[in-house]
């Protein structure tokens, strides 16, 4: 079978968040199941750079405001188109917003070329590669199952929803640039609310719709976690399935991993030590016998920064140091600062990502603190599995669905990986921050946990075989 996935970023060519890791995990695993992905991606420079731009296999001379062409390379493990169209993607920046953080006022014209690229493929464009179905992702591809639906191409087509925040809405005025019929402005097409949605447009049209969780999957037919679109999702739920993501166990090993201090395993935990020192040094955090707690996140609201700022003075009167690593809302970014001006020693904060900082913290922290509001799949809590960091997560969506709370049935099951919490408010959230202070300083229990997260089966092989068989269902069915 051939799959033509349909997306914006995919590590390790770009990567803005944990859509990039998904398109770029999910392929190689599809492999080993007997499904050959090819990956439709913008040509944007820096991938350009890291790969070449590859052979032309089409060219328009007029797509979407200029001359594009189709070009088709093999790199990084991956089978690729880019979709060249210099107009719309040769610019500073990063891939939807410039150089200040502000979105570039065409995106919507940007992944509707994309989007069209894609169902073009799909329709036979290119003369020795015919995809048997069509995988589009998040918003930005959304628009490939309109395309195709409205190209009456048969072709069966699945949209993942990776963030049901991230919606794709944009005035009325763009869709006769868009290049649908004009049937498709309606409630049955892309018309939202009297303007276009693109997520919309996907989750009435594609033929069927996953998500990265379970419980993400249950949260998004309710009104609290719906976003508007709770009502659309109810009516297709005999088509939504939840997978939860998997991670790329070589790439995230601590058996192996060049990024940290020392290499250790489930075996070996002694060597993690050597790691915790690391970390202590990189975040001027003063060595102590206290439990080092970890936040690597996008520093924003519904990651629940402002709940974890106002705990964040609990935390060090526990005993507990904090390590943060991310960027996001300047507020929240210079919170932070302050709580590390107020806590010398204790508490260190870097703004910003960093691959090898953020391999170190995974490596040498005790707990990674995850306060979101709602995370459809959570990716750092499977990293924080992976390498013995204790995850301390809200109840909610994939984290609900990866990690087993240490309560007294659990430990004395042995099957406990972690702390939750719920609701996410400050009182909860210091609750669970003395919970795992006191589990901490019970070593026998904290190992435990820790070992039993490690052995947690977080690679890509049970999630790709959930996708291929959704996929040999609905290809056979067609």
Not at 134 to 159: K, R, S
Not at 183 to 192: C, D, L, N, P, T
Not at 414 to 429: E, I, K, Q, R, W
Request: net charge negative; hydrophobic share 45%.
């Amino acid at each position: 079978m051939r799959v033509l996935s349909v997306v914006s970023e995919l590590h390790p060519l770009i990567k803005t968040g944990g859509l990039a890791d998904v398109a770029g995990g999910l392929p190689p695993a599809l492999a080993r199941q007997g499904i050959e992905v090819h990956s439709l991606l913008p040509a944007y420079p820096p991938v350009v750079a890291r790969i070449g731009a590859g052979e032309a296999v089409h060219r328009w001379p007029e797509f979407y405001g200029g001359p594009a062409a189709l070009r088709r390379l093999a790199a990084e493990g991956h089978q690729l188109f880019l979709l060249d169209a210099p107009h719309l993607f040769d610019r500073p920046g990063r891939p939807y917003s410039d150089e200040a953080g502000h979105d570039f006022p065409d995106n919507w014209r940007r992944f509707a070329a994309l989007s069209r690229a894609g169902a073009d493929i799909a329709r036979g464009l290119v003369t020795d590669f015919r995809p048997d179905l069509v995988h589009a992702h998040d918003w930005q591809a959304a628009l490939t199952p309109a395309f195709i639906h409205y190209d009456n191409t048969p072709v069966p087509t699945v949209l993942t929803i990776h963030n049901l925040a991230f919606q794709g809405q944009f005035d009325a005025a763009i869709f006769p640039s868009l290049g649908l019929p004009e049937a498709a402005f309606s409630i049955h097409g892309v018309e939202y609310y009297g303007g276009v949605g693109f997520l919309k447009a996907g989750l009435k049209l594609a033929t069927a719709i996953t998500t990265v969780s379970p419980t993400y999957a249950d949260e998004i037919r309710t009104p609290e976690g719906g976003m508007g679109l709770e009502g659309l999702l109810s009516d297709r739920v005999d088509v939504l399935h939840g997978i939860v993501n998997g991670i790329d166990t070589e790439a995230w090993n601590p058996a192996t991993d060049p990024y940290l201090a020392a290499r250790f395993s489930v075996d070996d935990l002694a060597p993690r030590a050597v790691n915790r020192r690391a970390v202590e040094e990189r975040f001027g955090l003063v060595p102590d016998a206290g439990p080092i707690f970890t936040v690597l996140s996008r520093l924003t609201w519904q990651k629940g920064m402002d709940v974890l700022v106002a705990t964040v003075d609990h935390l060090v009167s526990l005993g507990g140091r904090l390590a943060v690593l991310g960027s996001g809302d300047p507020l929240f970014e210079h919170e932070l600062r302050l709580a590390a001006a107020a806590h010398p020693g204790r508490v260190g904060t870097i703004i910003g990502y960093d691959e090898e900082i953020a391999h170190l913290l995974q490596g040498g922290a005790d707990a990674i603190l995850i306060p979101s509001r709602f995370e459809p799949c959570g990716l750092t809590q499977l990293y924080g599995l992976r390498y013995g960091t204790v995850p301390v997560v809200a109840r909610t969506g994939g984290l609900a669905d990866t990690v087993i709370d240490a309560n007294v049935a659990a430990m004395t099951a042995g099957v406990a990986t972690g702390l939750m919490f719920a609701p996410v408010d400050v009182s909860h959230l210091r609750k669970v921050i003395r919970r795992a202070v006191n589990l901490y300083h019970q070593p026998g229990c904290w190992t435990s946990i820790r070992r039993q997260g490690m052995k947690a089966d977080v690679s890509w092989d049970r999630s790709a075989a959930e996708y291929a068989a959704l996929f040999r269902e609905l290809v056979s069915a067609r």
